[in-house]
């Protein structure tokens, strides 16, 4: 009973632990990963570089995207750092 009651402090730790900083991480993970998923051709994406280019061919593991009429560069699907959306 007494070792108990001395573990009980660091069972709560533990739990608060979880609800505070891994279960948001993982809920956000599963965010992101949806969203690289959804990626279809034509969809306008920021780089984790920064730079805005638009989806050209979707493959497996690689995007083929277009940075202007004549350059297609492909790249890893997880350089994606999120969907661009136009403020005008």
Do not use: C, H, W
């Amino acid at each position: 009973m007494e070792m108990l009651t001395q573990l009980l402090p660091f069972v709560f730790l533990i739990a608060i632990m979880y609800f505070v900083i891994i279960r948001p991480q993982q809920q956000e993970a599963k965010k992101r990963q949806a969203m690289i998923e959804a990626l279809k051709k034509g969809d306008k994406v920021v780089t984790n570089g920064g730079i805005i280019v638009t989806i050209y061919k979707v493959e497996e593991a690689f995007l083929s995207v277009k940075m202007n009429e004549d350059v297609v560069v492909k790249i890893v699907k997880d350089s994606i750092a999120r969907k661009y959306e136009d403020e005008a």
